[in-house]
């Protein structure tokens, strides 16, 4: 789900709720299987559960947990995201906020996500302490992120860039003291200074599956960074860009839809007991 959170970075998502859920929500959703059946192993299941669904986006991993039996508390910045998802799972409790603010007292549940926050914020090291914060003792903290290692689906955008000639801003790293290194051992450490033990770390594969119309509403509706791009060129650029994008992925379809290789990283530890 992805990662609409407060800051900066947060606006590659902002306003942009139908092409997000149209094209890459459906990337953020392959992690969601996973990371629910390891927060629920991590606490003796889901079941009757308090659970906090960070950055819900279009509320798929909420209505997934929601369906599992949890008692769904589900939060997002953007109130075109929070909208979408309340259609989505009505059962669920919504509310605007997030990292680091979330609007909860400390240990208010047994179980906290953020599928696809914590690499999109300005802060991501204030952003675990938070998710840390409102998990109760014993409780169950589950993050994904995308790892540092070049992504099928960015290469593809790096090649529709260079083969158009697109402009494209330069790389925006964040202070070295608030960010975390895109690995397993980057991630465990993450959660572990931010008061999370026994971390669980592991790279997840699965193929990602799409329409390629589906895939380019992305970019071309201003999702994420490539959005931000396609979205600052002009019209005859844009047009060069899709031409260049649908040339490309011509050799990567299946029965209609682009194939790509995806993987995450997944964490999930335990809420050590407060001090």
Request: glycine share 10%.
């Amino acid at each position: 789900m992805a990662d609409r959170t407060e800051g900066v970075r947060a606006k590659n998502w902002s306003g942009t709720a139908a092409p997000y859920s149209r094209s890459f929500a459906h990337l953020c959703a392959g992690t969601i299987t996973p990371l629910l059946a390891a927060v629920g192993e991590a606490i003796g299941g889901l079941d009757g559960k308090n659970l906090l669904d960070v950055g819900c986006g279009t509320g798929a991993l909420a209505g997934q947990a929601s369906r599992l039996g949890a008692r769904v508390t589900a939060v997002d910045p953007d109130p075109e995201m929070l909208d979408l998802a309340r259609r989505t799972v009505p059962r669920a409790i919504f509310s605007a906020g997030g990292v680091p603010d979330l609007p909860f007292e400390q240990g208010t549940f047994q179980a906290v996500t953020a599928n696809f926050v914590v690499n999109h914020v300005d802060d991501p090291r204030s952003a675990a302490t938070d998710l840390t914060r409102v998990c109760a003792p014993g409780g169950a903290v589950g993050v994904t992120v995308w790892p540092s290692t070049p992504s099928a689906m960015n290469a593809l955008w790096a090649e529709v860039i260079t083969a158009s000639g697109a402009l494209a801003p330069p790389p925006d790293h964040l202070p070295a003291d608030k960010d975390f290194e895109r690995t397993r051992d980057g991630l465990t450490q993450l959660l572990t200074e931010a008061g999370v033990s026994h971390v669980r770390t592991r790279v997840l594969s699965w193929e990602f599956r799409i329409p390629p119309e589906d895939l380019w509403a992305g970019p071309a509706g201003g999702v994420a960074g490539i959005g931000k791009i396609v979205s600052s060129q002009t019209p005859s650029m844009q047009a060069a860009m899709k031409g260049h994008y649908e040339g490309l992925v011509s050799p990567l379809m299946d029965n209609g839809e682009v194939v790509l290789p995806a993987e995450s990283l997944m964490a999930v530890g335990i809420r050590e007991a407060f001090t």
